[in-house]
C-alpha cells in the first residue's frame, strides 16, 4: 500500500472553492424555477434536475475532502460500510452513470475501476489480472461498461501495462501472470508524485535547493536527500519523492543509476500517462517542456539536443497530445503543443509537425490570397505562388522514415544518431517557424492592409507565448522576421509579378533562416564519422582519408531526396541530380535573376501597401530594429556566421555546371555534391523554390495531410473537435 | 401567464445565468496534486468534479434551450396579439354594417346589406399565451 500524504491547509482551500462553485450553481436554482413556474415551463427543461445533480456531486467530493482533512481512515476508500468509502462509493456511482459522456476511462481514472473492480475482472482467483483476464474483461457483459472500458484501455496500451508490471518486479526476479492489485495501487499513487515532480520550479530545487551542484537538470539521490534535509520541500513534496523512492520506481526512472535526467522524468510521465486524465494540466505541462527550455528552439543555434527520443513511448506521446489538444483553443495553441513535444521512436511527433505544416500552409495560402477566388491555385493571375511553409510538410515527410527507422530512409537503416539528429532538426524548423507562422496568420488575417500599430505589435513588441522573457523577434532572427514583412508586403501589393517576387523573398529568407538552425543536425546527419557519442567506429572512419569512393558527406548527400506528393503523384527531388527545368509562363519569377533580382539581402526598407517598414532602424511609417542575422551571429548565440546572400550561394555553392542568370541553363549547376555544405544546399534549395514557385503540384495535396485522408487517418487519436476544425 | 414582454425578460434573465456558472466550470480542470499524496482518493475526487464541471455544461445547454423557447414564445405571443388586433378591426367593421343593417332596413332608398356573421375571436393556440 502507498504512503498517504495529506495536505490540510490545501484540501482546505479545494473545499472551499468547491463551496463556492455549489454557491454559483445554487444561485440559479431560483431564477430558473421562477421562471418555470410564472411562464409555465415545467417540464419544458431538465435544468433544475441538473442544478440539483451538480450540487450532489460537489457536495459529495466536499464531504469526502472534509473527512480526509479530518483524518478519516484512507483505507477506507475501498471499504463501502466505512463513512469515506460510502462517500466514495457513490460519487464513483456518478463517474460511472455518466461514463463516455464524460470521463473517459483513461490514465488514473481506469486505473481506479480497476482497483474497485479487481475482484470481477480476477476471475481465476490468483490475485493477478493477466491479459487474457483483460481482454475478456473487454467484453464481460457482467461488468459494468466502466469497468469494460477501463479492461480495454490496459489491453489498448500494451507498453503502459508493461512498464507497471516491470517497475513491480524491482531487482526480485520471478516471473508474474500480470498486474497484482497492489501495483495497480502504486501506479496510481506514482502518478501523483510524477505529475508533482513534473513542475519544473519542484525539479530546480531538488537539482540546485540545497545548495549542492550545478543547475544541470540532473537529479542525483544526494541531491534528492539534501533537499530533504535542508527543509526546502513541502510536507507533501517530501511524501511523492518518498512514494518514488520506497516503491522502487525512482530506481526505475533512473535505470538503475540513482541519478534522472529531466529526460528520465518526462519519459516516465509519458510512458505512464500521468495527465491523460486532465486535458488543461496536460496542456501546460507540455507547456512547460518549451518553457523550461527543454526543446531544440529555445536554443537559437539550434544546437541544443532535444529529449532523447528513444526513452519516449509511442503510445503514451499520443495519449498525452491527445489530452493536451482538449484543452487548446487555436490553431497556434495546437501548433504549441506539437513543438514542445519530444519525438517518440514510432515518429509520432513527425507526423503531427507534418500534418500542422501542411495546416498552416493553407492557412498562409488563404492568407496571403484574400482575394483570389481559389487560394490554392498557386498559378492564377495575381496569386502570390508558394509560401515557404508549403515545401515544410513534404520535407518533414521525407524524413519521416529516418525518424521512424523505416528500411527505405537513405537506402540503408539510419543510426540512432542519424534519428535523432533528424527528429531535432525537424523540431527546431518547427517550433522556431510554425508558431511564429500560427501567430502571423492569426494576428494578419482579414487585415489587408495591415494599419501601423498591428504590425508594429507584431514585430517588435509581442513576446514569445512559450518562452519566458523573450520577444517574439530577436537578435539572430533578421531573416524570419523579415521574411513576414516581405510576406506581408506581397499580400498588400497589386502587380502581379511584385506580388510573386515578395513571396519569393519571404521564402528565401525563411528558408535561409532555417537551414542555419537546422546546420547542426544535418552536419551530425551526413558526417558519418562524427564523435558525438552515438557512432562506435567514428574515430576508425574518421581516420580514412576522403576520396571520391569514401566521402561519407557526399554519400549521404547522395542518399537524400525531397518527395512532393503523395501515393503516385509523387515528384522526387535528388538534391545530389540538377534541378529540372520546365518552363512555365505562370511562374512569373522563373527566369530572373536570383542574385540580383531575387536576392532579398540588399534590401533593407519594404512597403506593405501604403505603409513604408525600414527593416534596418532607418526612419519609416514602422522602423523595426536592425537585428542581427546569421551573417553576423550575435555574440553567445553559438552560431558560425551562415550565408545569406543569394550571390555567395550561386558563387561558391553551384555545382560544377556553373551558372547562368535567367534561364534554364541556370539550373545545370544546381545539384548539391555536400548537402551539409551552406552554400551547396542555400543554392539548391533558392534555385528548387523558384522554379517551384507557382508549381501546384506542391499544393494540391497538402489536403491529402489533412483530416479524412487516408494518411490522415493515423490522427484518429485526435478529438473530433481537433480534426474537424481543420482544413481538407 | 406571461406576456410576450415578459417571456422576452426571461429569456434575457435565463442568458445572464451563464455568467453565475463560469466558477464552476472551471472546477473541473482541478486536480488533487498538490493536496493528496497517495490513498487513492484523488481520481474519484477529481473525476467526480470533471463530471459536475461537464454538467454544467449540459446545464448551459438547457439554459439556451429554455431561453429559446421563452423567445419563441414570446413570438407567439406577438403573434396572437397581432390576431386580436385584427380581429378587433374586423369586429368593428361587422358592428359598423350590422348597425348600418339595422338602421336602413325599413328605409326603402337606402340599402345596407347584411354584415354577415359574427367575426370569432381568435383562440390561442396554447393556454399559456396572454393577449397583452
Known amino acids: 500500500m502507498s504512503a498517504v500524504y495529506i495536505d490540510t491547509e490545501a484540501a482546505a482551500h479545494r473545499v472551499e472553492r468547491i463551496e463556492q462553485a455549489r454557491d454559483s450553481i445554487n444561485s440559479v436554482r431560483g431564477p430558473i424555477s421562477q421562471v418555470c413556474e410564472d411562464g409555465d415551463l415545467w417540464g419544458e427543461s431538465s435544468a433544475l434536475w441538473l442544478v440539483t445533480e451538480i450540487d450532489e456531486e460537489l457536495g459529495l467530493a466536499a464531504d469526502i475532502l472534509r473527512l480526509v482533512r479530518d483524518g478519516a481512515v484512507m483505507a477506507d476508500v475501498y471499504n463501502s460500510q466505512s463513512q469515506l468509502g460510502a462517500l466514495i462509493s457513490r460519487l464513483r456511482k456518478s463517474i460511472v452513470d455518466r461514463r463516455g459522456a464524460v470521463v473517459a476511462m483513461v490514465g488514473d481514472t481506469a486505473l481506479s475501476e480497476l482497483v474497485f473492480e479487481f475482484d470481477r475482472i480476477d476471475t481465476n482467483g490468483d490475485g493477478f489480472l493477466s491479459l487474457v483476464e483483460l481482454q475478456a474483461a473487454a467484453s464481460a457483459p457482467h461488468l459494468s461498461a466502466s469497468a469494460r472500458d477501463a479492461a480495454q484501455y490496459l489491453c489498448d496500451n500494451p507498453e503502459l501495462q508493461q512498464d507497471m508490471i516491470t517497475s513491480s518486479l524491482n531487482f526480485v526476479v520471478r516471473i508474474v501472470p500480470g498486474l497484482e492489485l497492489d501495483v495497480i495501487k502504486t501506479a496510481i499513487a506514482n502518478n501523483q508524485a510524477l505529475r508533482l515532480l513534473a513542475d519544473p520550479s519542484l525539479y530546480g530545487r531538488l537539482d540546485t535547493g540545497a545548495g549542492i551542484g550545478a543547475e544541470d537538470w540532473t537529479i542525483s539521490l544526494k541531491d534528492i536527500y539534501a533537499a530533504k534535509d535542508s527543509g526546502i520541500l513541502s510536507g507533501l513534496e517530501e511524501a511523492a519523492i518518498d512514494q518514488l523512492l520506497k516503491s522502487g520506481e525512482w530506481s526505475n526512472i533512473t535505470y538503475r543509476s540513482g541519478t534522472a535526467t529531466f529526460d528520465d522524468i518526462a519519459s516516465k510521465i509519458i510512458l505512464r500517462q500521468a495527465f491523460v486524465t486532465n486535458p488543461v494540466a496536460a496542456r501546460d505541462w507540455v507547456y512547460s517542456i518549451a518553457e523550461s527550455g527543454h526543446v531544440t528552439w529555445a536554443d537559437i543555434s539550434g544546437k541544443t539536443s532535444g529529449i532523447d527520443m528513444f526513452k519516449i513511448s509511442d503510445e503514451g506521446l499520443r495519449a498525452l497530445v491527445a489530452t493536451a489538444m482538449t484543452a487548446t483553443t487555436s490553431l497556434k495553441e495546437e501548433v504549441m503543443v506539437v513543438a514542445s513535444i519530444p519525438e517518440s521512436p514510432g515518429g509520432v511527433r513527425n507526423e503531427l509537425i507534418t500534418y500542422y505544416y501542411a495546416q498552416l500552409a493553407l492557412e498562409m495560402n488563404e492568407g496571403l490570397n484574400a482575394d483570389q477566388p481559389n487560394p490554392l491555385d498557386l498559378s492564377a493571375a495575381g496569386h502570390t505562388g508558394m509560401n515557404w511553409m508549403a515545401m515544410g510538410p513534404w520535407a518533414s515527410n521525407s524524413i519521416a522514415p529516418v525518424i521512424a527507422d523505416d528500411l527505405r530512409a537513405f537506402g540503408f537503416n539510419p543510426s540512432d544518431a542519424d534519428r535523432q539528429y533528424a527528429a531535432d532538426g525537424n523540431q527546431y524548423i518547427f517550433g522556431d517557424i510554425a508558431i511564429r507562422y500560427a501567430i502571423f496568420n492569426e494576428t494578419f488575417a482579414g487585415k489587408v492592409p495591415p494599419d501601423e500599430a498591428t504590425l508594429k505589435r507584431f514585430f517588435t513588441d509581442m513576446d514569445h507565448p512559450l518562452l519566458p522573457g523573450r520577444r517574439l523577434f530577436e537578435d539572430g532572427q533578421r531573416q524570419l522576421r523579415d521574411g513576414f514583412v516581405h510576406y506581408l508586403a506581397a499580400a498588400n501589393a497589386s502587380d502581379p509579378f511584385t506580388r510573386q517576387r515578395h513571396a519569393m523573398f519571404g521564402n528565401l529568407l525563411i528558408a535561409t533562416h532555417e537551414q542555419a538552425g537546422a546546420q547542426h543536425a544535418l552536419e551530425g546527419i551526413t558526417d558519418l564519422d562524427a564523435e558525438d557519442g552515438f557512432r562506435v567506429f567514428g574515430e576508425v572512419l574518421d581516420a580514412i582519408p576522403k576520396t571520391n569512393f569514401m566521402d561519407d558527406e557526399r554519400m549521404a548527400t547522395n542518399q537524400m531526396e525531397l518527395q512532393v506528393g503523395m501515393g503516385d503523384d509523387v515528384v522526387t527531388h535528388r538534391m545530389s541530380e540538377n534541378i529540372e527545368y520546365v518552363a512555365d509562363p505562370d511562374n512569373l519569377v522563373q527566369r530572373s535573376d536570383i542574385q540580383t533580382v531575387l536576392n532579398p539581402e540588399p534590401i533593407d526598407v519594404v512597403s506593405v501597401g501604403d505603409i513604408t517598414v525600414s527593416l534596418d532602424g532607418q526612419p519609416a511609417d514602422v522602423s523595426l530594429e536592425a537585428l542581427r542575422g546569421w551573417s553576423n551571429p550575435p555574440p553567445g548565440s553559438n552560431m558560425d556566421p551562415f550565408p545569406t546572400d543569394a550571390r555567395e550561394w550561386i558563387e561558391h555553392g553551384a555545382s560544377d555546371g556553373g551558372y547562368a542568370p535567367g534561364g534554364a541553363s541556370a539550373l545545370a549547376g544546381s545539384r548539391a555534391a555536400d548537402w551539409s555544405d551552406p552554400n551547396n544546399r542555400q543554392a539548391y534549395i533558392a534555385l528548387l523554390f523558384q522554379q517551384s514557385h507557382t508549381n501546384n503540384e506542391v499544393v494540391a495535396e497538402l489536403s491529402e495531410l489533412g483530416p479524412g485522408s487516408p494518411w490522415g487517418q493515423r490522427f484518429d487519436y485526435l478529438p473530433k473537435s481537433i480534426r474537424s476544425a481543420h482544413r481538407n | ?132
Open chain 2, 1 to 132: 401567464m406571461p406576456s410576450a414582454e415578459q417571456f422576452r425578460q426571461y429569456a434575457h434573465q435565463l442568458r445572464g445565468l451563464h455568467v453565475d456558472l463560469d466558477a464552476t466550470s472551471t472546477i473541473g480542470a482541478a486536480d488533487l496534486t498538490g493536496v493528496f499524496q497517495g490513498g487513492g482518493i484523488a481520481p474519484i475526487v477529481e473525476g467526480g468534479l470533471r463530471v459536475a464541471a461537464s454538467t454544467v455544461e449540459l446545464l448551459r445547454g438547457e439554459i439556451d434551450l429554455l431561453a429559446g423557447i421563452c423567445d419563441n414564445r414570446a413570438e407567439i405571443c406577438d403573434g396572437f396579439v397581432e390576431e386580436l388586433r385584427a380581429w378587433e378591426l374586423r369586429y368593428d367593421e361587422w358592428y359598423e354594417g350590422l348597425q348600418k343593417f339595422y338602421s336602413y332596413k325599413d328605409v326603402p332608398t337606402v340599402y345596407a346589406p347584411w354584415p354577415g356573421a359574427k367575426p370569432a375571436r381568435p383562440v390561442p393556440a396554447f393556454d399559456w399565451v396572454e393577449p397583452r
